[in-house]
């Protein structure tokens, strides 16, 4: 999920409960680290099986080093999508087109969350479509999305339970739901403005998006 932050207990609680919702219950296990933006979806799975009779606690701290799956999951992220957006933002800062600030983090958004969040979606679909190598202690022949979707076909266990409702809506009321804008309101529209005036399309691909980032920040700066 790409969002306006990745820090905030709040919007990242809101993710979780999307991600409930979507799914029809929630995980019998989480592992997260201990950073401050995991301790509200920590509460909430823990109070979603609060009932439930587990021999441990369903979300368990540890250092995200330590996990060797999701360690090489970043690698192969990293390698097949954000390795180039890395290169090519950094060749906005290098230039001087982006300093960090308000204005050119709301500039950044404008122009790239949608494009971003399209390329990992694609990320995820190539992912859960690629065929699962056998190991020595045998395992699943099969792609990821099956053996997510029809556990019971391939003889696994379904570690999603279904949720309380009402624990859910109790849940929901603990975070942040702001409006689907990629950016401020404000430069949202100003936004809009620049591409019908100059006629811009939206966005297919990051070379496209610096173009878009680079005139209309240079439209910005020549109004203030």
């Not at 933002?89 to 982006?98: A, E, T, V, Y």
């Not at 699962?132 to 076909?153: A, D, H, I």
Request: with cysteine; aromatic share 12%.
């Amino acid at each position: 999920m790409v969002g306006r932050s990745n820090n905030d207990p709040k919007v990242i609680g809101r993710y979780y409960l999307d991600a409930v919702s979507n799914h029809g219950g929630f995980p019998v296990f989480m592992r997260g680290d201990m950073g401050t933006e995991n301790s509200l979806i920590a509460a909430m799975q823990n109070l979603f099986s609060r009932n439930e009779a587990y021999e441990h606690n369903s979300f368990i701290y540890g250092k995200s080093s330590f996990n060797t799956r999701i360690e090489s999951w970043w690698c192969i992220l990293r390698k097949e999508c954000c390795q180039t957006w890395i290169e090519e933002l950094k060749d906005l800062q290098n230039r001087g087109l982006f300093t960090g600030d308000k204005l050119d983090t709301n500039l950044l958004q404008f122009c790239f969350m949608k494009l971003l969040q399209n390329e990992l979606d694609e990320v995820a679909h190539v992912w859960n479509a690629h065929y699962l190598q056998s190991t020595k202690e045998g395992g699943v022949r099969s792609c990821p999305s099956n053996v997510y979707l029809f556990p019971e076909l391939f003889q696994v266990q379904d570690y999603i339970s279904p949720a309380n409702v009402e624990v859910l809506e109790l849940c929901r009321r603990e975070c942040t739901f702001g409006n689907a804008l990629p950016c401020d309101e404000e430069i949202f529209e100003l936004g809009c403005i620049f591409m019908e005036e100059q006629n811009f399309d939206p966005p297919l691909n990051i070379v496209e998006g610096k173009d878009l980032y680079v005139n209309f920040r240079s439209w910005i700066m020549n109004m203030l």
